[in-house]
């Protein structure tokens, strides 16, 4: 009897570590809508989708791993947060915009807490309004700046609070016809454009550290931009 249970744990022991690293899309499509989503901790492959009221909890123990394949997290509902995890390992076409999020349209998110690293692009919000994206780690990958993704992008959004996040080492943060917005508190530094405004009227702009990118704040046909109480040190481009 004891030599049968021995054999057992050493089994048990043995298929942990596999089991651990399987597909998230999988725990997605099993919670049911308006659920929290607490994943055990762990390596989970991506890429996934949400397609419902959600909440995915990682607890700052869940690693997503999209394989070199496409953006690793796709979202595509209202009231989805996703809090926690750790998301990398994105694709690297610059005309997929390939990343770590991607939120096609959406609105009463909240995406925080994340670690952001070794993808393309960083989190692109795509006609999504009312969210909150904050404390949140983002990286690009260690390529020339040029070649890098946008850590943060925005589209045809607005209503959107982008808040105390450690952004670093990515392109840009593109912010085109999404009027309306609150940038506070957060840290960008090691990458080419802080911010770069297109038609993105009536902003805040507020409590921002700008360090060693090649510029601090460009804004093209945006009026009304409220920009203060920002540092922006050791711009790199003499343009």
Known sequence: MLIRLFFAALCLSV???????QSLQAWIDTALPGTVLRLPPGTYRGPASITKALTLEGNGKVIVD??????????????VTVRGVTLKGSGDSHDALDGAIMVTEGSDLLIENNVIEDVLFGISLH????????HN???????????????LRLWYSTGNRIEDNDIA???DI????SPHNRYTGNTIRDSRR???FLFSHRSLVDRNILEKNSTGIIALNSNGLIIRGNRILHAMDAA
């Open 66 to 79: 999209g394989g070199g394949k496409g953006t690793v997290l796709t979202i595509k509902a209202d009231r």
């Open 169 to 171: 080492q990515i392109r």
């Open 137 to 151: 780690r983002i990286r690009s990958r260690p390529v020339d700046s040029a070649d890098r993704g946008d850590g």
């Open 15 to 21: 298929l942990l570590p596999a089991s651990a690293d």
């Open 174 to 177: 593109t912010v085109s016809n």
């Open 127 to 134: 006609r999504t309004s009312d969210s909150i994206i904050r």
């Open 194 to 196: 802080a911010f770069n």
